[in-house]
């Protein structure tokens, strides 16, 4: 069927491919649910060829780059691989150097290649919505709840009215939001229906509605009136949202720019309240 995309284009490609980007295929077929989480250089190394003929091979298969490739091995598996697949086959994956560089490299390694294309304006653009916005509502459910609560955090330094809606008090907090509110969803795969349904109601209300998100075609990209993407490492049963805090700081900092001398003048009055209350040891 259709779901079969990425690996029968593999498979019908597998003769005309030179014989460094053969020897990957054939390793990647025999090897279907481990290489999907492999970076480009753990591909090249577990094939007995090299990180530059895993990049090549994409685009002989017809991707643009290799994180496209990876991505579209995923999302076929993903229908196949719930959250207890992921973790079995993260024990398959060859361990390699430290524990903690182990894991963050996969996070690194995606974002290294995403990055590059990320549109500064977008973010300069969601940035000042925020800060002409006279409410802010972000809705971040399941694991991204804690991203959700860190954007708060520091949102709520200059901004008196920023609330954390949850999906049965969303509804209330719309009908008593002010005109000129701006709605965030944060949702990466596998996607939070409830965040996509909770973005809808807003955006059918006529708030400006924001997804902070992996990709243009995930749902709720695709819901929103504004997205910002950054890729999400999958590393065995976990969503990692390291590279998404990185986006979500680099939005923070671009509130801050936006609101100039008013951020100073906030950051002093935070500073000198912090030192009467000795918040700090």
């Given at each position: 069927?259709?779901?079969m995309?990425g690996?029968k284009?593999i498979?019908?490609n597998?003769?005309?491919?030179?014989?460094?980007?053969?020897?990957?295929?054939?390793?990647?077929?025999?090897?279907?649910l481990?290489s999907?989480?492999?970076?480009?250089?753990?591909l090249?190394?577990?094939a007995?060829?090299?990180?530059?003929?895993?990049?090549r091979?994409?685009?002989?298969?017809?991707?643009?780059?290799?994180?496209?490739?990876?991505?579209?091995?995923?999302?076929?598996?993903?229908?196949?691989?719930?959250?207890?697949?992921?973790?079995?086959t993260h024990?398959?994956?060859?361990?390699?150097?430290?524990?903690?560089?182990?894991v963050?490299?996969?996070?690194?390694?995606?974002?290294k290649?995403?990055?590059?294309?990320?549109?500064?304006e977008t973010?300069?653009k969601?940035?000042?919505?925020?800060?002409a916005s006279?409410?802010?509502?972000i809705?971040g459910l399941r694991?991204?709840?804690?991203?959700?609560v860190?954007?708060?955090?520091?949102?709520?330094?200059?901004?008196?009215?920023?609330?954390?809606?949850?999906?049965?008090?969303?509804?209330n907090?719309?009908?008593?939001?002010?005109d000129n509110?701006?709605?965030?969803?944060?949702?990466?795969?596998?996607?939070?229906?409830q965040?996509?349904?909770?973005?809808?109601?807003a955006?059918?209300?006529?708030?400006?509605?924001?997804?902070?998100?992996?990709?243009p075609?995930?749902p709720?990209?695709?819901?929103?009136?504004?997205?910002?993407?950054?890729?999400c490492?999958?590393i065995?049963?976990?969503?990692s949202?390291?590279?998404?805090?990185g986006?979500?700081?680099t939005?923070?900092?671009?509130?801050?720019?936006?609101?100039g001398?008013?951020?100073l003048?906030?950051?002093?009055?935070?500073?000198?309240?912090?030192?009467?209350?000795?918040v700090?040891?």
């Amino acid at each position: 069927g259709v779901t079969m995309m990425g690996w029968k284009n593999i498979e019908n490609n597998l003769e005309n491919l030179p014989p460094a980007q053969k020897k990957i295929a054939e390793y990647m077929l025999k090897n279907r649910l481990e290489s999907i989480f492999l970076t480009a250089l753990q591909l090249g190394k577990n094939a007995g060829s090299s990180e530059a003929s895993v990049i090549r091979m994409a685009s002989s298969l017809g991707f643009s780059s290799f994180p496209d490739f990876i991505k579209s091995l995923q999302e076929e598996a993903k229908d196949q691989l719930s959250t207890l697949g992921r973790l079995q086959t993260h024990k398959l994956q060859p361990q390699t150097g430290g524990l903690i560089a182990r894991v963050i490299n996969s996070d690194l390694e995606q974002a290294k290649e995403a990055l590059s294309t990320v549109d500064d304006e977008t973010i300069k653009k969601l940035a000042a919505k925020i800060c002409a916005s006279d409410a802010i509502y972000i809705v971040g459910l399941r694991s991204t709840r804690s991203l959700a609560v860190y954007m708060e955090y520091y949102l709520s330094w200059f901004f008196p009215g920023v609330h954390l809606p949850t999906t049965d008090t969303i509804g209330n907090h719309l009908i008593a939001a002010p005109d000129n509110s701006i709605v965030i969803g944060i949702s990466y795969p596998r996607y939070t229906r409830q965040t996509v349904e909770c973005i809808a109601l807003a955006k059918k209300r006529k708030f400006f509605t924001a997804a902070i998100t992996d990709s243009p075609f995930s749902p709720l990209a695709k819901a929103a009136d504004m997205y910002v993407v950054s890729p999400c490492a999958h590393i065995a049963h976990i969503d990692s949202l390291l590279i998404p805090i990185g986006l979500i700081n680099t939005l923070l900092i671009q509130v801050a720019e936006h609101l100039g001398p008013k951020a100073l003048k906030r950051l002093e009055e935070l500073e000198r309240s912090w030192t009467d209350s000795s918040v700090y040891c």
